[in-house]
């Protein structure tokens, strides 16, 4: 399988409903020589088909997290490159996946994830921008979660998200307001 048959398999994404997103996704898992490919268009900004590529690439992680180990640096070191909100937030779960630990992958996909200085310090900038910018809970939720993860290694990140949930707190939508108790309950 090449490149065509995974921009073949991308572009029948209708839209963002899971049905058209599992078929592809099924495809990458078949086919992970494509893996690369996917990565690939996802930070490919030119082309109109790399939110959708964004969309299966987070299904593709939940389902077996290993396959973007080896792309672990050009990931992180692409982040900034997402701009568009329907992206950003599968972007930001995929970052949820591996912050985690592999939480939600099968006992038998475990893996270990170190991240490098640099990788860490991308990954908390990158969720500090998504929280404090204006983006949609569902991203800013996912930041939360991120940057409370990322406070056990940094604990600097603490005091600072205390200050980034707090700031706006009362002006922000009911959901943000529950998950950002919950987050500041655990600082």
């Not at 899971?18 to 082309?47: G, M, Q, S, W």
């Not at 972007?91 to 630990?101: D, E, R, T, V």
């Not at 940094?154 to 005091?159: A, H, Q, T, Y």
Request: aromatic content about 10%.
């Amino acid at each position: 399988m090449n490149k065509s048959d995974l921009l073949f398999q991308i572009d029948a994404v209708k839209n963002a409903k899971r049905k058209y997103r599992d078929k592809a996704t099924e495809f990458v898992l078949e086919h992970p020589e494509t893996f690369p490919f996917l990565i690939n268009l996802v930070f490919d900004n030119k082309n109109r088909s790399s939110i959708k590529a964004t969309w299966v690439l987070e299904l593709v992680c939940h389902e077996n997290l290993n396959l973007i180990t080896p792309f672990m640096d050009f990931f992180i070191s692409n982040l900034k490159k997402i701009t568009g909100e329907s992206a950003i937030r599968p972007i930001a779960k995929i970052c949820n996946f591996l912050l985690n630990g592999n939480y939600y992958q099968p006992k038998n996909n475990k893996i270990s994830i170190l991240f490098t200085k640099e990788q860490e310090n991308k990954l908390i900038e990158s969720n500090f921008d998504w929280l404090i910018e204006n983006h949609k809970v569902a991203t800013q939720v996912y930041a939360m979660d991120n940057l409370l993860l990322l406070s056990k290694e940094s604990k600097w990140i603490s005091e600072e998200l205390k200050l980034a949930l707090q700031k706006d707190y009362l002006l922000k939508s009911a959901g943000y307001q529950a998950r950002a108790r919950k987050i500041l309950k655990k600082l």
